[in-house]
């Protein structure tokens, strides 16, 4: 037995199918890692890959950066956690706050599912209206409304002049469903046509710039716009799910469009490596978590949020991610995306790669996908995925499991080179499946 298998055969017996998070099982049993070093990571066997996961987009200067082991470790040894406030949280709010003009005040939480929630239950607390309207497919994290429609198919999602909201879990209230409204990506007509059939009931739309799930491909200025103006004109909020895409610019997704929101949801990178969430916006509508205010109108904490290992780890992580970096880490992903389209061309496969910023996917498919109907995979081309992903790993590449990949600022040409030249043995062994 290997170091992993036996690993997973005493895991079983106190996990759930022997994990903590769905998201890392492999068949036949996950891979456990033993350490990690910038943009590599080495497993329990010694066997060591380079890695485009970055625990789900999350570190975005690879592995134990040492400008952040070497403060947090200092801010260990001063303590963890408090009940108390840090000095550590009000540098990182300002950091962050200067850096993106529609932040005015900020709030930090533990994760990016708790940041989503809490962003959605402000707009319901400013509103003082109960539903949401998310884009179909989108990902959000597993609070019970964001969720909703996140794994639709085709059997249930229903006429695409109405989406169906269709739960992700086996129980989700029925009143739940019914309080989100789900709306096509990038569709204006569509998305408009639904949303006047909610008029006044609407506390905000929820929007990803950069849908995962969608497809990976940017939301048109046209649609945000659009979706702005019918926030504007019916007292409703815009607000913006950056957990994954604030990655992709120095003021996020967001820096990209002519409007801006009235909240943002972040997670992932800005905790340093760390477990993190926050929100941030207007102070208008950030003014609803204010204990200074008469009425509080969304009473809101969290046991570990803005612990200052996490701000301190975050704040170093956004400092050293700055308009340079920004800029040559999305030259790179520039750089693996054209050369990932050349190796496509070259062996003659009916595939594409989508993605900005730090971020690309590869599909299975002669053309970008334009929703996530049209990005959805069937068994097929999720057997053909996942024989893909198997090539990369097994050739020491690490992957997101859509076969998407996100870098690191630890990444230079050398390891996107070796991508491409992997990827394009596994597209040779995949184009005779394919034409069958
Ligand atoms: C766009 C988006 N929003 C929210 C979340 C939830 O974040 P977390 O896993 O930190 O709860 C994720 C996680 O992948 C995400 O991709």
Same mark, same amino acid.
């Given at each position: 037995?290997?170091?992993?298998?036996q %690993?997973?055969?005493k895991?079983i017996e106190?996990?759930? #199918?022997?994990?903590?998070r769905?998201?890392?099982?492999?068949?036949?049993?996950?891979?456990?890692?033993?350490?990690?070093?910038?943009?590599?990571v080495?497993d329990?066997?010694?066997?060591t *890959?380079?890695?485009?996961?970055n625990?789900? +987009?999350s570190?975005i200067h690879?592995?134990?950066y040492a400008? $952040?082991?070497?403060?947090?470790?200092a801010q260990?040894?001063? #303590?963890?956690c408090?009940?108390m406030?840090?000095?550590s949280e009000?540098?990182?709010?300002?950091?962050?706050?200067k850096?993106?003009p529609?932040f005015?005040?900020?709030?930090?939480?533990?994760?990016?599912?708790?940041?989503?929630?809490?962003m959605?239950?402000?707009s *319901?607390?400013?509103t003082?209206?109960a539903?949401?309207?998310k884009? @179909?497919g989108?990902?959000?994290?597993a609070? &019970?409304?964001a @969720?909703?429609?996140?794994?639709?198919n085709?059997?249930n999602?229903? &006429?695409?002049?109405?989406?169906n909201?269709?739960?992700?879990?086996?129980?989700t209230?029925?009143?739940a %469903?019914?309080?989100?409204?789900?709306?096509?990506f990038?569709d204006? @007509?569509?998305? $408009?046509?639904?949303?006047?059939?909610?008029k006044?009931?609407?506390?905000c739309?929820?929007?990803d710039?950069?849908?995962h799930?969608?497809?990976?491909i940017?939301?048109?200025?046209?649609?945000?716009?659009?979706?702005?103006?019918? +926030?504007?004109?019916?007292?409703?909020?815009?607000?913006?799910?950056?957990v994954?895409?604030f990655?992709?610019n120095y003021a996020g997704?967001?820096?990209?469009?002519?409007? &801006?929101?009235?909240l943002?949801a =972040?997670?992932?990178?800005?905790g340093?490596g760390?477990?993190?969430?926050?929100?941030?916006?207007?102070d208008?509508? =950030?003014?609803?978590?204010?204990?200074?205010?008469?009425?509080?109108?969304?009473?809101?904490s969290g046991?570990?949020? +803005?612990n200052?290992?996490?701000?301190t780890?975050g704040?170093?992580?956004? *400092? &050293?991610?700055?308009?340079e970096a920004?800029?040559? %880490?999305?030259?790179?992903?520039a750089?693996a995306?054209e050369?990932?389209?050349?190796v496509?061309?070259?062996?003659?496969i #009916?595939a594409?790669v989508?993605?900005? #910023?730090t971020?690309?996917r590869v599909?299975?498919?002669a053309?970008?996908?334009?929703?996530? *109907?049209e990005?959805y995979m069937?068994?097929? @081309?999720?057997? %053909?995925?996942?024989?893909?992903l198997?090539?990369l790993?097994?050739?020491?590449?690490?992957?997101?499991?859509?076969?998407s990949?996100?870098l690191s600022?630890?990444?230079?040409?050398k390891?996107?080179?070796h991508l491409v030249?992997?990827?394009?043995?596994?597209?040779?062994?995949?184009?005779?499946?394919?034409?069958?």
């Amino acid at each position: 037995m290997s170091k992993s298998e036996q %690993l997973f055969s005493k895991a079983i017996e106190y996990l759930p #199918g022997g994990v903590s998070r769905n998201t890392i099982f492999r068949k036949p049993h996950p891979y456990y890692a033993d350490k990690g070093e910038g943009c590599y990571v080495t497993d329990v066997e010694g066997v060591t *890959r380079i890695d485009f996961a970055n625990n789900m +987009a999350s570190l975005i200067h690879g592995h134990a950066y040492a400008p $952040i082991v070497e403060a947090v470790s200092a801010q260990l040894t001063k #303590g963890s956690c408090f009940t108390m406030a840090t000095e550590s949280e009000i540098d990182f709010a300002e950091l962050l706050c200067k850096r993106v003009p529609s932040f005015d005040k900020i709030r930090f939480v533990n994760s990016g599912t708790e940041a989503v929630m809490a962003m959605l239950k402000a707009s *319901r607390a400013y509103t003082g209206k109960a539903k949401i309207a998310k884009v @179909e497919g989108a990902y959000h994290g597993a609070y &019970d409304y964001a @969720e909703v429609s996140q794994t639709a198919n085709p059997s249930n999602w229903g &006429d695409v002049d109405k989406p169906n909201s269709t739960p992700v879990a086996v129980g989700t209230p029925e009143k739940a %469903l019914e309080d989100v409204v789900i709306i096509p990506f990038n569709d204006v @007509e569509r998305a $408009i046509n639904i949303l006047d059939q909610h008029k006044d009931e609407i506390a905000c739309i929820l929007v990803d710039l950069l849908p995962h799930r969608v497809g990976l491909i940017p939301a048109s200025d046209e649609f945000v716009c659009a979706l702005r103006k019918w +926030a504007d004109d019916n007292a409703s909020l815009l607000v913006f799910d950056e957990v994954i895409t604030f990655r992709t610019n120095y003021a996020g997704a967001q820096q990209n469009y002519s409007v &801006d929101p009235d909240l943002t949801a =972040m997670g992932k990178m800005i905790g340093g490596g760390f477990p993190t969430g926050a929100f941030a916006g207007c102070d208008r509508v =950030m003014k609803v978590l204010d204990p200074t205010e008469p009425k509080v109108l969304l009473p809101h904490s969290g046991t570990f949020s +803005a612990n200052p290992v996490t701000m301190t780890a975050g704040y170093i992580a956004m *400092r &050293d991610f700055d308009q340079e970096a920004v800029n040559k %880490l999305n030259a790179l992903a520039a750089y693996a995306r054209e050369e990932i389209t050349k190796v496509i061309n070259e062996v003659g496969i #009916g595939a594409c790669v989508t993605g900005a #910023g730090t971020m690309f996917r590869v599909h299975l498919k002669a053309q970008p996908p334009k929703n996530y *109907r049209e990005a959805y995979m069937d068994k097929a @081309e999720s057997k %053909l995925i996942s024989e893909l992903l198997d090539h990369l790993f097994d050739n020491g590449v690490m992957m997101i499991n859509t076969c998407s990949a996100t870098l690191s600022t630890a990444m230079t040409i050398k390891e996107i080179d070796h991508l491409v030249a992997t990827l394009k043995g596994g597209f040779e062994m995949l184009l005779p499946k394919m034409n069958k």
